[in-house]
């Protein structure tokens, strides 16, 4: 149990206690700075600890946002401070700077926890101060300004604050006026009878789930239950965030286990999509895995824009300053973010294309859309990484050579390739990578199956892969190469498979590249919740992207079309259990060792 050290002398009438006993503190009292350090002393090393003046004045969401957000070592509000356990060495040395400062007397005119904060920010510590916003929270001197403060409290709803503060600050058209407007009530529901996020983040995938498995059955009626049930798992998404945002309940296997069924919710529907439209008669599964190539290429994107920019100097750009004057415009906002298709948005077309068309439909409508949607957001950051003047970090390279997932053939060429490489122009990395892709997807997609094309391509492709990575993706417009390696692998499967032309192929290509997805999802979120990319005997067990796509492209040389299929199904249960076995063992250990706490506001897309 955290424990809350009182400083100071009671205040008669005050609710101090109580506020920090609802909070789940253990509550302890001090009448000056020794004693203090006596107590703070005395408080096991693996709990949280927080020093709290007694005249503290404030709302209970002003405590709680100060003392009980798990994210942050350190943190503090007027009139308070914690420490977890990974910021109690930081907070103890301050601690005794102001007890051989102050002689250990009693306080009178200042706070001690004011004053612990101020030796910590001397000392370099990084302490977070929430925004509090209307929140009171403050130590008031003479029972005037005590007054004030009560009546300032008493002015200010904290409950309507707490509510408002739970949902995203930026959020797509749909969320913000059609589901958060009565989630954030649904998620105090959950709080208040104790659910966590994990377990409503656990019941929206169950529902989608159930979504896909009535649009399996291929019925009207099963595409309109499945359009209702997938808005339902929409809402119940947008919950878990703003439940853990209500309750400050966040953690590392909360936020991987919050992306990582998002796609699995979304590709799960596309499968039954699939499914359904085959009890019809239709065959679907092409677009089924066109739509999960497209999503997860403009998810790549995203994430590869972002890290190559995430600490980059001189971030700025006539395109960041056009955009930054269009966001002044209230309606230009939202139609911007609406065009891009986030996830509300996305969700929404294709649950009432579900209800009232057909699969097909549904999957043609969503795969224009998407693409419209990746075009305007890679142009956008195209420009906006041409006309910025920006020097790329050893970090930002380091992520983007771990987001392009290189197998031991491209490790090792790049190595041999390095001199060769560094005479060449900066474009040359992207523009490699993408011609080393269209040379692979191109003779797997316009020759004919079992001819030795797409072989050659692919061993084009192993090289210009090695020699894109040969040198440090620092370029403006490096971090366009993991993209263009996930298009060429994806879509050399979605190639061969539709070249197969056996009943049974494309569902055996869609499970291999949900798999290999899943594999670089999981490497996306790692990097994010700063644990470092993948062990690299994972990376070489899996192959690679060059390696995958050689091996694939050998076996639709060397087998027949039928067991080219099964080939397929035996590679995606292989991917699978590797990657989901060690992605569950890495995610769980570190939840269990007490990983920081991490809260990704998601993507928008």
Known sequence: MPTAILTGQPVPGSSIESELRSLGFDVQHASGAADTETLLARVPAAERVAVVDARFVGHPHALRLGLTDPRFPLAAVPGAVTARPDGRQALTRAMARENSAG??????????????????????????????????????????????????????????????????????????????????????????????????????????????????????????????????????????GQLARYSLQYSTLGAWLDATFDRAKEYAYYAGLALGAARGGDDVWALALGAMVLQTCRHVVDFSFNEANHDAAANTSPTAALSDRLDSVGWTVWLRRMIVLPIGERWAMIAVLTAVTTPRITLYVLLIGCAFAATYTTAGRVLRSLTRKATRTDRAAKALADLADSGPLADAGAKGLARTARRLPGFAAPALALLGGLAVVGTAAFTDFGGPWPLLGAIVYVLTSALAVARPLKGALDWLVPPFFRAAEYGTVLALAAKAGVNGALPAAFGLVAAVAYHHYDTVYRIRGDAGAPPQWLVRTAGGHEGRTLVITALAVLLTATQFKVALTVLAVAVALVVLVESIRFWVAAHKVGAPAVHDEGEPA
């Open 103 to 240: 002689g250990g007397t009693a306080l009178a005119v200042d706070s001690l926890a004011d004053r612990i904060t101020a030796a910590l920010d001397a000392d370099g510590a990084t302490v977070h101060r929430p925004e509090l916003g209307s929140l009171v929270a403050a130590v008031p001197a003479d029972p005037q300004a005590r007054n004030e403060a009560r009546q300032a409290v008493a002015a200010v709803d904290d409950e309507a604050v707490r509510l408002k503060s739970a949902v995203k600050a930026r959020d797509g058209f749909v969320t913000t006026f059609a589901i958060s407007p009565y989630s954030r009530y649904i998620a105090r529901w959950c709080a208040r009878r104790g659910l966590t996020p994990n377990q409503v983040t656990t019941a929206s995938l169950l529902t989608a789930l159930i979504a896909a498995g009535c649009a399996a059955t291929g019925t009207r009626g099963g595409f309109v239950a499945a359009g209702v049930l997938l808005i339902a798992s929409f809402v119940l998404d947008c919950t878990d």
